[in-house]
């Protein structure tokens, strides 16, 4: 008996392992939020417009 025991363990420690390999291969899922995505595009406009201006008299760019 305590030799079919020294076997069964490493038989479940290499199903187990095959598992966990195979589930952390999966492909990632997609994160395709229009929502979020349409308000990160406002937002980089909205930051394009407000530091492409020029710098309002007296103050120096740093540029």
Request: net charge positive; hydrophobic share 50%.
């Amino acid at each position: 008996m305590g030799a079919l025991a020294w076997l069964i363990i490493p038989v479940v420690a290499v199903l187990l392992a095959t598992v966990w390999a195979g589930w952390a291969q999966r492909a990632p899922k997609a994160t395709g939020d229009p929502a979020s995505l349409a308000e990160h595009q406002r937002f980089m406009a909205a930051m394009e417009r407000t530091t492409a201006g020029t710098a309002a008299p007296g103050e120096r760019s740093g540029r």
